[in-house]
């Protein structure tokens, strides 16, 4: 901060020093009234006055609180709650029924696709049924030719092992049938694609007439459903302050497109690595989703430690705001006041306030700076 701030400082609080102390005060030795004087010292965080009587100090008194850490982040997907959506058959994209940040339901239908896969796999089942049949009609004649004597135990075994490799085929066709989604009942070349899951579609990677499937190249995935009803906010820790980051912390969420709400939720993991730029770890935040938070939005997460600490308590009104900074004064002796620039914290009943950095316990500050510019406009 630069020193003309400082200077500008001092003078704002030696004008309202010496307007409250601008009332004439009787001197009984000499038997005339003296006018109290305001001088600012040198140092620009040092201000002086003729009658510092007038400006009394209080002890700064202390408090147990929670410790808390402020962090900055933003939303994520819990990415064990996002599901790709992929159609097992290639083919052409001949009706999509979904797009981009829909909600959709389990089961719903998303995009339909032309397959050659179907007809391939359809005519594999149909001729391993065939064959089925056959070696299971000829495995039934060899149980009764062995019976009467016709066959051997060795021809007997080999029709078995022939109509179990045939069953073998038959089932292998027909899960292939089932995992592209076609009714071995009810062919045609048509793959209807529907939603694995309940969610928010995050990602599509598909258009009308575009090329998908498993074999293709590009991504396979057609579409990303998200789960939101539990979000991660993922928030930059810097690296002194992890001791005050434990597992299962609580977290008090602040939103930004929201600042009258106020969500909770719980550490669920620390990055076990270190940006080597900025020295910061990823903490992982798991949040219940009311509905409002979005993907990306920016927060800010306060975390509460299980340990208390020791943070001294003044009145608020002994603290200076000034600049978008707090301030208060400390007795320095001769007549003068030093600024001590310092960190406010919760307001407290009584008027008190807690003070999280600047002065300790015990430190003397300044009672009332706002009383003293009232006592200057009164006089």
Not at 67 to 94: K, Q, Y
Not at 112 to 140: G, L
Not at 151 to 159: G, P, T, V
Not at 254 to 275: C, K, W
Request: hydrophobic content about 40%; glycine content about 8%; proline content about 5%.
């Amino acid at each position: 901060m630069s020193t003309s701030f400082f200077r500008t400082a001092a003078c704002c609080l030696a004008g309202c020093l010496a307007l409250a102390g601008c009332g004439k005060k009787f001197n009984p030795a000499s038997g005339e009234v003296s006018q109290a004087q305001v001088s600012e010292a040198g140092d620009a965080a040092l201000v002086t006055v003729a009658n510092p009587e007038q400006y009394p100090a209080v002890t700064a008194g202390q408090i147990v609180q929670p410790d808390t850490l402020n962090v900055t982040g933003s939303v994520f997907p819990d990415i064990s709650r996002e599901i790709p959506v992929i159609s097992m058959a290639n083919g052409r994209v001949v009706d999509i029924r979904a797009q981009l940040d829909d909600n959709v339901k389990k089961g719903q239908l998303l995009f339909s696709v032309e397959s050659p896969d179907i007809s391939a796999a359809f005519d594999t089942y149909v001729k391993a049924a065939a064959d089925e049949q056959m070696a299971n009609t000829a495995y039934r004649r060899a149980q009764d030719l062995y019976q009467h004597g016709a066959y051997s135990q060795a021809q007997l075994e080999q029709a078995e092992d022939a109509e179990k490799d045939a069953k073998a085929d038959l089932t292998a066709a027909g899960q292939q049938l089932k995992i592209f989604g076609v009714d071995k009942d009810h062919p045609s070349p048509i793959v209807n694609v529907y939603a694995p899951t309940s969610g928010v579609i995050v990602a599509q990677n598909i258009t009308n007439a575009a090329a998908t499937g498993m074999s293709l190249s590009g991504t396979a995935t057609a579409f990303t459903i998200a789960d939101l009803h539990t979000v991660w906010v993922l928030c930059d820790v810097y690296e002194n302050d992890l001791p005050k980051v434990h597992l299962g912390q609580e977290a008090t969420i602040h939103l930004t497109a929201y600042p009258d709400r106020q969500l909770s939720g719980r550490v669920s993991d620390i990055g076990p690595v270190l940006d080597p730029t900025l020295r910061t770890a990823k903490v992982r935040i798991e949040v219940p989703n009311p509905g409002i938070l979005r993907l990306g939005m920016f927060l800010t997460a306060t975390l509460t430690s299980r340990n208390g600490v020791i943070r001294a308590t003044v009145p608020a009104t002994a603290i200076l705001h000034l600049h978008d900074r707090d301030w208060v004064f400390v007795p320095a002796g001769q007549k003068q006041f030093r600024r001590v620039e310092v960190s406010g914290g919760d307001m407290l009943p009584g008027g008190m306030q807690a003070i999280l950095a600047g002065i300790n316990p015990g430190d003397k500050v300044v009672k009332d700076v706002l009383n003293l510019e009232a006592t200057a406009e009164a006089q």
